[in-house]
């Protein structure tokens, strides 16, 4: 993680949103929704479109595919999905992107 930055309101507002939706106490704005807060399949779902709704943020094209793998269940498939992707093919999804979201209104 970075060092601590100052944060303006918008930045602060979504770290406060982050607290209270994960309840992950420590991160910072180049922590990985995926690999560090473990947020993945329906749960990254489910959280951006609060974010979305609670930042009025337009999730337009944003394709969560790209980000974040299938929910892992007890699905043998999506299991042997996380092996082949967790690595490879998916894009890095920061809490950072978030903030730059809620000031651009748009991901």
């Given amino acids: 993680m970075s060092e601590h930055r100052p944060m303006g309101p918008i930045a602060c507002a979504v770290f406060d949103f982050l607290r209270n939706e994960v309840g992950v106490r420590r991160f910072a704005s180049d922590s990985d ?11 990254a779902v489910e959280l951006l479109e609060r974010f ?4 009025d ?3 337009g094209d944003f394709d969560c595919a790209e980000y974040f793998g299938p929910e892992a269940g007890f699905n043998p ?7 082949t992707k967790t690595t490879q093919g998916l894009k ?5 992107d ?4 809620a ?5």
């Fill in 33 to 43: 929704l995926k690999k560090d807060l473990g947020i993945d399949g329906d749960d």
């Fill in 52 to 55: 979305s709704q609670a930042f």
């Fill in 57 to 59: 943020v337009d999730a």
């Fill in 77 to 83: 498939f999506s299991w042997l999905w996380r092996l």
């Fill in 92 to 96: 890095p999804f920061t809490v950072g």
């Fill in 98 to 101: 978030l903030v730059r979201a």
């Fill in 103 to 107: 000031e651009k209104r748009k991901f």
